[in-house]
């Protein structure tokens, strides 16, 4: 199965794109000592110091250490998806590029919109190139100045679509940590906060765990004119196997991540708001394993093992409610993007054309605003 006079072009809705030594949000405090005079004049050193000192914090936040150590932008990607034509028939034709806040929702506006500038001067569009559809940046809502950090971004380009808050906790100590607190959702700092994307029209992309997903679907109540994103399948993390210090460590515990994620998910669905994101198909912190490269095997396994979360939720969103994200370049230590489309065609390619043309176009078309 291909997409071959589906659709044009791939619209990819999940890409990060970063320099760590132009970023300065992209290695966190690394990445500024490795802006420093004395080191600058030593690049490659820095850099593989940098990630070396990094490894086991961005391990724990799904980054593979190597990822971050050399730059990701338009034209790596390029070269990356250029497999994507021979294993479904047409290219990648746009993409939304998504804030790359490694550690975190940036504490105050000034880093989203350096990133904002870095990403809009990327040479998108060039030949071979992928046009850019949209950003999608990072902000927090319960910041007192986010609303103006929006409108500053906003006037500076009109190619913002959403804002990316990363909320997830999670109570295994050695998984990814981006909130300390829970019920942050349900905060009156939060909610003022979301007004402001409410009132501006864009859309709010969520990044939690699955066993977090009950208070997105209050939100999801609150603002049923808002678009709310989940994304990466809303992170069942461990569904797979164990990660962190316990979590998924048994089939019984396996068999509770998966139960639970998809009463959660099927709870979301039905708020005609909420979207799903197929995106991080290849994220180790599912259960696929530790290694660099390897631990899936493929598109074969990778189809075999994300069949039943894919089709649970285009059974349950339907065809207008699911967006393809490559998630770019994170994924790619367990699968490139190639695999990544080639197992969702295995996937989901008996559902018919209707439904791939939304799931890998039109939906990112409609939803970020893609002429």
Request: charged content about 20%; glycine content about 10%; aromatic content about 8%.
């Amino acid at each position: 199965m291909t997409l071959s006079g589906v659709i044009p072009g791939i619209v990819d809705a999940h890409v990060h794109f970063f320099d760590p030594m132009r970023s300065t949000w992209a290695l966190s405090r690394f990445a500024r000592v490795a802006h420093m005079p004395v080191i600058k004049s030593f690049p490659r050193p820095a850099l593989w110091l940098s990630g070396l000192a990094a490894h086991r914090s961005e391990t724990r936040l799904m980054i593979d250490p190597s990822i971050v150590r050399t730059p990701y932008e338009v034209r790596e990607y390029s070269a990356e998806a250029s497999a994507v034509r021979r294993v479904a028939g047409v290219g990648i034709d746009s993409v939304v590029a998504m804030e790359s806040h490694w550690r975190g929702t940036p504490a105050s506006g000034e880093s989203s919109f350096a990133e904002t500038r870095y990403l809009t001067g990327l040479p998108f569009g060039r030949p071979r190139l992928p046009k850019l559809g949209g950003v999608v940046i990072a902000g927090d809502p319960t910041d007192p100045q986010f609303g103006a950090s929006l409108d500053a971004q906003l006037r500076y380009t009109g190619l913002v679509r959403g804002v990316r808050y990363k909320w997830a906790a999670h109570p295994d100590a050695q998984i990814g940590m981006w909130r300390k607190t829970a019920g942050v959702l349900r905060t009156s700092e939060f909610l003022r906060g979301f007004e402001e994307i409410a009132s501006r029209g864009l859309v709010f992309s969520s990044f939690a765990y699955s066993h977090q997903l009950g208070e997105l679907d209050l939100l999801a109540r609150q603002f049923p004119d808002t678009t709310i994103v989940v994304e990466h399948l809303g992170l069942p993390i461990g569904v797979f196997g164990p990660v962190g210090s316990d979590t998924g460590a048994t089939a019984a515990a396996r068999a509770e991540i998966w139960k639970l994620w998809r009463e959660r998910t099927a709870m979301l669905a039905a708020r005609p708001n909420v979207v799903v994101k197929v995106s991080g198909l290849a994220l180790g912190p599912l259960g696929y394993g530790r290694e660099t490269s390897g631990n899936i095997g493929g598109r074969d396994i990778l189809a075999e093992m994300m069949g039943p979360l894919v089709l649970h939720i285009v059974d349950k969103f339907g065809p207008e409610r699911i967006v393809f994200g490559s998630d770019m370049p994170v994924d790619r230590p367990n699968a490139g993007i190639d695999v990544v489309v080639g197992a969702l065609l295995d996937i989901v390619g008996d559902r018919g054309d209707h439904l791939l043309a939304h799931l890998f176009a039109e939906n990112a078309k409609r939803i970020y605003r893609i002429g």
